[in-house]
């Protein structure tokens, strides 16, 4: 197993977060997303990448393990964050001119495992509530 350049022990955590948000964005690509905004970052949350699915727009939050020993990438979005990733697509979704009640609109999770090597793109993830 080769180690990519942004897995080497130099790395620091946010250059390995940001090179697995890069692989991320460009998997969702290849299934026909369309990039609309990166790292949308306000007092209340973030949203790792905010992408277009035909009329939809798409909050992702991306997740990397390592390895599994104490849960998977999926398993770390906890029920906080996920009201912290509402809470600023909410935020996203009125400063862009649309409504959270009008516009159609989902929560993602992309979960990437063994180096990039394993993508799980996981529709629906996160529900409101």
Not at 2 to 23: C, D, Q
Not at 52 to 76: H, L, P
Request: proline share 3%; aromatic share 10%; net charge positive.
């Amino acid at each position: 197993m080769t180690l990519l350049p942004w897995n080497k022990p130099s790395a620091s955590k946010r250059a390995v977060g940001k090179n697995y948000e890069e692989l991320a964005k460009d998997y969702l690509g290849r299934q026909g997303l369309v990039p609309l905004t990166d790292n949308f970052t306000v007092k209340c949350g973030e949203v790792d990448l905010i992408m277009r699915d035909k009329s939809s727009i798409v909050f992702i939050e991306v997740k990397y393990r390592r390895n599994q020993n104490y849960g998977t990438a999926q398993e770390m979005v906890t029920r906080a964050k996920a009201k912290k990733i509402e809470k600023a697509a909410t935020l996203w979704l009125l400063k862009n001119g649309l409504s959270p009640y009008d516009t159609e609109f989902r929560f993602d999770v992309v979960a990437i495992h063994e180096q990039g090597n394993d993508i799980n793109w996981i529709k629906n993830a996160i529900t409101q509530g």
